[in-house]
């Protein structure tokens, strides 16, 4: 079954690029925010939202890319740039919503797009990106900043992880990747604590087989990767029982851009077969 659903991902990426971003550089702020209202504007099954402004002004976008009108569709949420210096997370979020526009005929897409809403909000924290910085304006890790079992700082000191868990409420998300760059793994809850979650078994067979799409060896609970508190999927998992997943697409944060088309191919294999694999976990429950 794994094989197959490889197989089909795989095939997916023979057909040739015609039209779209291009991933042969990186992309500011303003660029970014430029392509998602032109994504929105020429594709019927692309909405664009303004989620808010950062700590210093910037407004922050998300998209919905979706073919179901039912109000009850499972949302499938994929986040980058948590890290300001991350940018190829920030890349391969871009990549997604140009994989999932441009092919939404190819029979795979068609019918994950009837089934899930994608929303992807490409740049988490802005200002982090803008000058480059993992943290946000305050100084702050976004990716510290939730609450999460046994955080001892304050949450929510960034108004841009406010935003994301704004977003949370309103959609109550059934699966997440929220992708970062400096290694390559697939992690999940607990980041905070080595007990297993009461959902091991599942985020076992969804990190395997992302990981497997991906071509990344590691895949494992983030705890075993390292400790950390106040993380997004830790946050996600807790209050909403989000299959909350990390995936970490490149071992440079930033790579020359010669290897983005990969970093970015790889990302896009990864989000199809989480998507793909949360079919399974439906029908296993
Ligand atoms: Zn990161």
Redesign the pocket.
């Given at each position: 079954m794994i094989r197959l659903l490889l197989a089909a991902i795989g095939f997916l990426f023979w057909s040739p690029v015609t039209n779209g971003i291009q991933f042969n550089r990186y992309h500011d702020v303003s660029y970014i925010n430029r392509y998602l209202h032109q994504v929105a504007r020429h594709h019927p099954h692309v909405s664009i939202h303004r989620l808010g402004l950062s700590t210093e002004g910037r407004p922050i976008y998300y998209v919905l890319i979706t073919k179901s009108r039912a109000p009850d569709t499972p949302v499938i949420y994929v986040n980058g740039t948590?890290?300001g210096n991350?940018k190829a997370?920030t890349e391969a979020s871009l990549g997604a919503i140009d994989y999932l526009s441009r092919k939404h005929r190819n029979i795979i897409i068609d019918r994950l797009l009837k089934k899930y809403v994608f929303l992807v909000h490409p740049l988490v924290n802005p200002d982090g990106h803008a000058a480059n910085s993992r943290l946000g304006a305050n100084g702050i890790d976004p990716?510290r900043d939730y609450p999460t079992p046994f955080s001892r700082s304050e949450p929510f000191q960034l108004r841009e992880t406010k935003l994301v868990s704004s977003l949370m409420k309103k959609y109550r998300f059934k699966a997440s990747a929220a992708l970062?760059?400096?290694i390559e793994a697939v992690l999940w809850p607990w980041g905070s604590s080595k007990i297993a979650s009461n959902h091991a078994e599942v985020f076992l067979n969804l990190g395997r087989v992302v990981a497997q799409a991906m071509k990344v060896e590691k895949y494992q609970q983030s705890y075993h990767d390292y400790k950390t508190t106040g993380e997004f999927i830790d946050y996600a998992y807790k209050v909403y029982g989000t299959y909350a997943l990390t995936l970490e697409v490149s071992e440079e944060a930033s790579p020359s851009p010669e290897k983005l088309p990969l970093v970015v191919s790889r990302s896009v294999k990864g989000l199809i077969a989480l998507a793909y694999g949360l079919d399974r976990v439906e029908l296993s429950h």
């Open positions: 948590h890290h991350e997370s990716n970062h760059s400096g």
